[in-house]
């Protein structure tokens, strides 16, 4: 079992910065990848970024790439996805989600789930 939390999320302008982590727990979660997903209004679940905590291997989607960064601290337990230059299209509520199949990128594959952020990118 592994537990997910949030935090970070809020309202910024265009061009602006945010950074959102996620508090994760359980026994074995060091052998998981580790995802950000977002969905905004009316939309589907789409994959943001992942990294595989025993690596460090990361992975974005082409709309994030060059803006955002995924990381992971494991003396804290944490994993961050800092967001830049970010856009009114990044508004959304971001997940953290936690897998330990190989297909990463698909939300379908994600086994365990956060709460969710609101990210509000105002223009």
């Known amino acids: 079992q592994v537990q997910l939390v949030e935090s970070g999320g809020g309202l910024v302008q265009a061009g602006g910065s945010l950074r959102l982590s996620c508090a994760v727990s359980?026994?074995?979660?060091?052998?998981?990848?580790m995802g950000w997903f977002r969905q905004a209004p009316g939309k589907e679940r789409e994959f943001v970024a992942a990294?595989?905590?025993?690596?460090?291997?990361?992975y974005y989607a082409d709309s994030v790439k060059g803006r955002f960064t995924i990381s992971r601290d494991n003396a804290q337990n944490m994993v961050y996805l800092q967001m830049n230059s970010l856009k009114p299209e990044d508004t959304a509520v971001y997940y953290c989600?936690?897998?330990?199949?190989?297909?990463?990128?698909?939300?379908?594959?994600?086994?365990?789930w956060g709460q969710g952020t609101q990210v509000t990118v105002s223009s």
């Open positions: 359980g026994r074995t979660f060091r052998s998981y990848t």
């Open positions: 990294i595989r905590w025993s690596t460090g291997i990361t």
């Open positions: 989600a936690a897998t330990v199949r190989l297909t990463i990128a698909a939300k379908m594959s994600y086994d365990y």
